[in-house]
């Protein structure tokens, strides 16, 4: 919840901008929180881990907005950084843009990355047992 003159706000700020269409405050929230991102992903990648990978490497890290087309509160266009190697169960380095592909697919993957055996993910029409290209288990 953030804060105004001294009193608890129901909605973030990023929602107020995102209503109001002001672009340059939506752009200095996502570069902070995108900055606040890269600074754990550095913490990670710098740390060795028992088996002698980087605690990133051996992660997944899965970051992503509350919203697509924020104005509109679309799923539409969901970002999304999958970030680590999960233990060598995910390549890295890839860049996809699906504007109508089912956002259950990342969940999906990020599972099975995991190691987690399950037949779908989903629910309400959005279930699948894709997974992204970049999975190799």
């Known amino acids: 919840m953030a804060t105004s003159a001294g009193r608890l706000s129901r909605s ?3 929602a107020h901008a ?3 269409n002001n672009h340059d405050i939506l752009m200095a929230l996502t570069r902070y929180h995108m900055t ?3 600074k754990l992903l550095d913490k990670l990648a710098a740390e060795i881990d028992v088996n002698g990978q980087t605690l990133l490497d051996s992660s997944c890290i899965f970051g992503t907005s509350e919203f697509g087309e924020g104005f509109r509160h679309s799923v539409l ?3 999304v950084i999958l970030a680590g ?3 060598g169960a995910l390549d890295t380095g890839w860049h996809i843009r699906d504007p109508r592909s089912n956002f259950c697919r990342t969940h999906y993957t990020v599972l099975r990355a995991m190691g987690i055996d399950v037949p779908s993910y989903g629910f309400s029409g ?4 894709q997974a992204l290209p ?3 288990a």
């Open 77 to 79: 266009e969901m970002p």
């Open 134 to 136: 970049f999975l190799r």
């Open 36 to 38: 606040a991102f890269a």
């Open 18 to 20: 995102a209503h109001a």
């Open 12 to 14: 973030p700020p990023i």
């Open 126 to 129: 959005a279930e699948t047992s």
């Open 85 to 87: 190697k999960a233990g």
